[in-house]
């Protein structure tokens, strides 16, 4: 058997070597499929017994080294949760017992925003590291982005995987890489602008804020010359009405979706055949769609939730992740863009823990979006939601943009179109402008009472 530490650059540079290139075509579903055995194989034979974590919940479900296809695997290998890794570094301090290799061989440690449970430090070899700079690189290139673009990173470079990995990832692609740390909305706008930017990389929420910085600066943005906008963070790029917002106050910029996390790094890019559809990097991920309640496979073209299985990541894994995102998966096996991987009709449509039930009626936030992103004039908004009552109720508030007339009249449109889409009434308040919060991240719209 070979040891841990050879098999993992063995593996990257056979990962390269098969990969597919656009002008050869696309890998068929058996390849797929074959590919992902092979690699579990090895994945699984490396982390035991050199990983503690692993080798625990695989010895509790019998041999499991010998991975003869992808139903053997989802049977006999246990979900992941991130309770139990949250539990695991609690217990050893500070990184936990997920690492393959020795503490020195680690060079890169980033941790999750702990918006739903403590957050996880997550570390990363060089190797594992190049992996997911490879995966990122193809999020790039599927979207257009080439050497020679310059890309404008509109973040606080914080703790967090995603900013660092995309513009290490971007200057390996041969693009100019330029950072918005530390500067203010307006700083940034001016930035962008100075360098000429080509391509955007931020939030859906922070793109909508760039914009509105653009008219309170008196900048006009159709000379920009920018021409992709990468968004991340949110589920508000394959939201249609969102991404419609965006692309008409970016004139000549095409908002292109992408997701992954912290734990898993990037996991999806945009189908370029059709907006709003995220096509998983099965070369990289093993990806199951299951009943959120039953932990059963959800039918393909039903709504599920998504669990990944990194198959690169070698120094920090994770085997059947449950990731909490919810998806509906195509009933296409083949996309019209040519593509077998697995295709997420509308990116990520929730989390499992964000769908509400108003008086009887199943609401995701995203749902909430689109009916406020498909009226014309809000410029922010932000939803109360009262549970203080036996029947939890549903109030928004909205500021509207300098060119919305009549915020009365924006207020009942809104208010119709709440009636149209969910038979409830729900109550709309128009603020003074500069009222609601704005946000460079994930925005937190949402206020429980």
């Not at 990962?15 to 390849?31: H, V």
């Not at 809104?414 to 109550?427: D, G, I, K, T, W």
Request: glycine share 8%; aromatic share 6%; hydrophobic share 40%.
């Amino acid at each position: 058997m070979s040891s841990a530490r050879e098999i993992e650059p063995r593996r990257l540079q056979a990962e390269s070597d098969t990969s597919i290139s656009r002008a050869e075509g696309f890998p068929n579903r058996a390849s797929i499929v074959q590919s992902q055995i092979d690699q579990l194989g090895e994945l699984i034979q490396t982390l035991v017994p050199a990983n503690t974590f692993y080798s625990e919940k695989l010895a509790r479900a019998g041999p499991a080294g010998k991975i003869s296809s992808l139903a053997a695997f989802f049977e006999r290998v246990p979900l992941t949760t991130k309770q139990e890794l949250v539990e695991d570094q609690q217990r050893h301090p500070p990184y936990g017992t997920n690492l393959t290799f020795p503490l020195e061989r680690y060079t890169r440690c980033h941790q999750t925003s702990g918006s739903t449970s403590a957050p996880l430090r997550w570390l990363d070899t060089p190797e594992s590291w190049d992996w997911m700079k490879r995966n990122w690189e193809q999020v790039f290139r599927v979207a257009g982005v080439a050497r020679g673009d310059r890309i404008f990173f509109a973040f606080s470079f914080g703790p967090f995987l995603g900013f660092w990995l995309a513009f290490e990832a971007a200057q390996r692609l041969g693009c100019l890489a330029i950072s918005g740390a530390a500067q203010s909305s307006a700083a940034r706008l001016r930035s962008l602008l100075d360098h000429r930017a080509t391509v955007l990389c931020c939030t859906p929420t922070y793109a909508l804020r760039l914009a509105e910085v653009a008219v309170e600066e008196k900048i006009v943005l159709k000379t920009s010359g920018l021409k992709r906008i990468i968004v991340a963070g949110e589920p508000g790029g394959s939201i249609p009405a969102t991404r419609k917002r965006i692309e008409g106050l970016w004139p000549g910029a095409r908002v292109f979706d992408h997701h992954g996390m912290t734990e898993v790094g990037p996991v999806t890019y945009e189908c370029p055949a059709r907006p709003c559809v995220l096509h998983v990097m099965e070369n990289a991920y093993l990806a199951e769609v299951i009943d959120p309640m039953t932990c059963k496979p959800a039918p393909p073209g039903q709504t599920g939730e998504l669990v990944l299985t990194t198959l690169g990541r070698i120094a920090s894994p994770l085997l059947r992740y449950r990731t909490g995102d919810l998806v509906k998966t195509s009933s296409q096996p083949v996309c019209v863009c040519g593509r077998g991987e697995l295709a997420l009709e509308g990116g990520i449509l929730s989390r499992t823990d964000d769908m509400l039930v108003v008086r009887g009626v199943n609401i995701h936030p995203s749902a909430v979006e689109e009916v406020i992103r498909s009226c014309d004039g809000v410029a922010e908004y932000q939803v109360h939601l009262d549970s203080r009552h036996a029947l939890t109720e549903l109030s928004v508030k909205i500021e509207t943009t300098p060119d919305a007339g009549d915020p009365l009249k924006l207020v009942d449109k809104l208010e119709q179109a709440f009636q149209s889409a969910f038979s409830l009434r729900v109550p709309v308040r128009a603020m003074a402008p500069g009222t609601l919060p704005r946000s460079e991240m994930k925005a937190k719209r949402w206020i429980r009472l």
